[in-house]
Nanobody, 121 residues
């Protein structure tokens, strides 16, 4: 089974920056796509950005221009660079991966435990 470990959350002032990391580990898997979602207090989880193994990215409209997702395939790691942070960006940011187990031919999704980002005004 694949596990995702996130890091990089914390407290930052409005206008500041943070970089989140998420590393996938486990036996026998191939990443199809990884991404970040976030859930603010009292709100539904929403997409932040995704990136495929081949490097194709997708962003929620509200994140375009401020957030950048990237990956290091050799490390099975993705990053989320967040700039010009706003108080409304405060949320738990969770990493997601859709992977294939080539030995079983199965496809499944995995979530990380989440990391809290707090942006103060």
């Amino acid at each position: 089974q694949v596990q995702l470990v996130e890091s990089g959350g914390g407290l930052v002032q409005a206008g500041g920056s943070l970089r989140l990391s998420c590393t996938a580990s486990g036996n026998s898997f191939r990443i199809i796509v990884m991404g970040w979602y976030r859930q603010a207090p009292g709100k539904q989880r929403e997409l932040v950005a995704t990136i495929t193994r081949g490097g194709t990215t997708n962003y929620a409209d509200s994140m375009k221009g401020r957030f950048t997702i990237s990956s290091d395939n050799a490390k099975n790691t993705i990053y989320l660079q967040m700039n010009s942070l706003k108080p409304e960006d405060t949320a738990v940011y969770s990493c997601y991966a859709n992977v294939v187990d080539p030995t079983r031919g199965t496809n499944y999704g995995v979530w990380g435990q989440g990391t809290l980002v707090t942006v103060s005004s």
